[in-house]
Structure formats: structure tokens, C-alpha cells
């Protein structure tokens, strides 16, 4: 029971960051091409929508 708790905790929080660090990553990317240097809801809306995860068909 002690192992499952640790391996799902592991999980939880090495994707949740994995993910946030590919967010923030398409975030500058789509920031540089704009040449916008203020993060706004729109910005992370347009990081949501390209970012790929899995498959993409």
C-alpha cells in the first residue's frame, strides 16, 4: 500500500510539471513570434491549443 502511494504520487507530480514546463515552453515560443512581452489569457488559451500530448490523430 506504502509503494502505491509513493508510485502515484511520483507520477502525479513528474507529469504535472512535465506538462507545465512543455506549457510555459510553447508559451515563449508563441510570445517571440508575436513579439508580446506580457502573458495574457489568450497567450496561455494559444499554448493550450498547439500543445500536442499523445497521438495527434
Known amino acids: ?3 502505491f502511494f509513493f508510485f502515484f504520487f ?4 513528474f507529469f504535472f ?3 507545465m ?3 510555459f515552453a510553447q508559451m515563449r515560443r508563441i ?3 508575436n513579439r508580446v512581452e506580457e ?3 489568450d ?3 494559444a499554448a493550450r491549443d498547439c500543445l500536442v500530448i499523445g ?3
Open 21 to 23: 514546463e512543455r506549457l
Open 43 to 45: 497567450i496561455v488559451q
Open 31 to 33: 510570445m517571440t513570434l
Open 1 to 3: 500500500m506504502v509503494f
Open 17 to 19: 510539471f512535465f506538462f
Open 55 to 57: 497521438p495527434g490523430n
Open 39 to 41: 502573458v495574457t489569457a
Open 10 to 13: 511520483f507520477f502525479f507530480f
